[in-house]
């Protein structure tokens, strides 16, 4: 594995503090040459991914690959790709990646065929997913299962939701899936609610199997289940006809009480946020049924291809990474809007803030050394046209450099009519109107020639220069959507690399876990326990025993 390098102390990071000092945005310019805007309007399986509205031209451009260069990212890729144990702080490889290839491909990492294992969890997977989507599979009282509910947080959640609703069209009728994640119980009472636990089937998603939110809520929805079968329903047989499990660990998954014959693995190998394309997918595929979740790893897999090989100056998950070091580093961004113009992406930027957030926001270098410069960027965002309407004012005329990606598909999941026009069209309108009006904005002297009076003339112009990427692809479907989520996935590994930070543990989620454990007796009421705590935890305490009821 490539060594840590610091990467402000390379010749690129120098040559882009210089240019970054003398920068002047000209996005008009830019756009106003064709074969500026053709060369920078890349390929990427079926995505096509148009940068020209960025605030880089070729010297930026030039820099940045240097950058890369000496801080080695392809090597660090290639490592990745290999199996290598590049997850240093927990010395495991990180091989999320190895959960696309296809059967015929071969990788030994470890002593372990990693593919022969792969397809041997998908084929079980896919097995028992159909068999849930025929109705072969059936609850205790022989009911077929109607509702598939996935208990599971972060990665074991926000994957399969985001993809759930994502491929909404590709759903089979009659069948439903719905996500308890949250350890606030209104977030089980109103997924319960309403259900038939004759036809119900619980899901437990957990890497660890020891994620507190997901044993709990586990917990109470067995109860709830043996609370609401018919009575005298044997308990063991409703188990197990109505409990299976994902995890890593499937000794903990027989501790719960989960036939592991009903129990499908994966690898410490595997992130968590990382985890949708394996068997943490399982509602996904009972959903869509396993050729459409099939055709989504395809799609993950065409992107990782690309990332693998395309040429520095055409990979685009290099290049949008890149950029985005540039934003952060030399331009002062502090946070990155994901806008996608597809009502069924409304969970992606969600899911993208684990995806980024989780694996960027490290302030230690993997050599241990603190870093001096800024990392991971708040990634955030909502669909358009819905966006417009609330946030984007501050994106067009706001003191803050906004990077914003769009996202959208030249066809509709719904087509559908106003009566007059293809609405479909009038949203894309809206898109492609944004991404202009970020970028060339509105001069006084344009206002002025709309006769707008001389006071008002300040308020109503537009700086424009705020850059946005592109992204299109034909349709959303399942491998396009494969291909989007690898697309960030390998943006957030190169930041990461660059940055040279770990980009797969999370030790920072720890310790907020491990105070709410200690502070548990306080909140029941142990006066000892409470007395230890700080006066603000003890006044917040106190305030909830007041008012509990
Ligand atoms: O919040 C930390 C985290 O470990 C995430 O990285 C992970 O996706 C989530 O908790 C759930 O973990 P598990 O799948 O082990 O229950």
Redesign the pocket.
Known sequence: MSEAVDPSTTAAWAELDRLAGSYAPDLRGQLADADFVAQRTLTAADLRVDLSKNLAGAEVEAALLALADEVSVVARRDAMFAGQHINVTEDRAVLHTALRLPASASLTVDGQDVVADVHEVLDRAYAFAERVRSGEWTGVTGRRIETVVNI?????DLGPVMAYEALKPYRQDGLTCRFISNIDPTDAGQKLAGLDPETTLFIV???????LE?LTNARLCKAWLLDNLPSGTDPDAAVARHFVAVSTALDKVADFGIDTDNAFGFWDWV???Y?MDSA?GLSLVIAVGKDHFADMLAGFHAMDEHFRTAPAEANVPLRMGLLNVWYTNFLGAHTHAVLPYAQLLHRFPAYLQ?LTM?SNGKGVRWDGETVGYDTGEVFWGEPGTNGQHAFYQLIHQGTRLVPADFIAFARPAYALTDGDSDVHELFLANFFAQTKALAFGKTADEVRAEGVDEELVSARTFPGNRPTTSIMAPALTPSVLGQLIALYEHITFVQGAVWGIDSFD?WG?ELGKQLAQELRPAVSGDAAVAAEQDASTQSLIRYYQEHRG
């Not at 599971?152 to 074991?156: K, V």
């Not at 998603?205 to 994620?211: A, D, H, I, Q, Y």
């Open positions: 599971g947080i972060g990665g074991s998603s957990s890497k660890t199997f020891g994620t997901t992130g968590g946020r985890s943490i684990q989780e999370q989620v």
